[in-house]
């Protein structure tokens, strides 16, 4: 799930980003949610702070309170993998951003093709997520990282109320929960059963008539359900 934090002082402007944002991404399919924020505050930090995953930010320069310069620089400290996108009325502004080695993806001026450049820079935003083939999380003080090509399926262990991150290699227990898990992967993980989603591109056979999927590795698991059948077939 995409993860799109927009914040903008002018309520306009905010509008206008929002509805280029959700026009795009339901041209493109995909799921998204846009997170707005009229400043720098403390519910935006929350956001920058929490969980999400997949966080695209477009940032304001300059709104009452603060640089969004500075506040990508506090980004950066904390997070390497999301996607900076810079707006701003201030074309001037573009040397400073530069000479700071913030690793942003573009610098958009809101009245110089604003619409068109947003999109682009979007879509060069989604490749750019799309080629992190990994996934890190921390469960109780461990830090997982885990290349997503290598998992085979997740699913709900109901007994010890934990998930499974079933590999080639391994299979990962963790007390975090399937929703928040499957948040943090692609759209190449589809849903078979309601506690089991599975990497289609690892997926090689369906036996219908037993319920059976066949990963590339020889493996097979039985959770194919009725009601999801037909998307995975």
């Known amino acids: 799930m995409l993860n799109v934090l927009i914040c903008d002082d ?43 995953p997949f966080k ?43 000479k700071n080695d913030l690793m942003f993806l573009s610098f958009i001026n809101k009245f110089d093709d604003c619409e068109n450049r947003l999109e682009k820079s979007l879509e060069k935003a989604l490749d750019l997520l799309n080629q992190k083939n990994t996934i890190r999380f921390n469960d109780r003080n461990v830090l997982y990282t ?19 991150i079933k590999t080639d290699y391994s299979e990962f227990k963790v007390n975090i929960s399937l929703v928040n898990v499957i948040n943090m992967l692609d ?23 037993n319920k059976l999927i066949e990963f590339d590795n020889g493996e097979t698991i039985d959770l194919l359900s009725d009601k999801y059948r037909k998307v995975v077939c």
Not at 147 to 163: A, G, H, Q, V
């Open 187 to 209: 759209n190449r993980f589809i849903q078979t059963h309601r506690a089991c989603y599975i990497n289609s591109d690892r997926k090689v056979k369906i036996d219908k008539k």
């Open 56 to 98: 695209i930010y477009l940032l304001d320069i300059e709104t009452p309170t603060r640089s969004g310069i500075d506040v990508a620089r506090e980004i950066r400290n904390k997070d390497v993998d999301s996607v900076i996108i810079f707006l701003t009325a201030h074309e001037e502004l573009g040397n400073i951003v530069l």
């Open 146 to 164: 885990i290349n997503i090509n290598d998992i085979l399926y997740i699913t709900k262990d109901s007994f010890e109320r934990k998930t499974i």
């Open 10 to 52: 002018n309520e306009k402007d905010r509008n206008k980003i929002s509805q280029v944002v959700n026009n795009f991404m339901n041209k493109m399919k995909k799921e998204c949610i846009i997170h707005t924020f009229s400043d720098y505050n403390k519910d935006f930090y929350n956001a920058v702070n929490s969980k999400l």
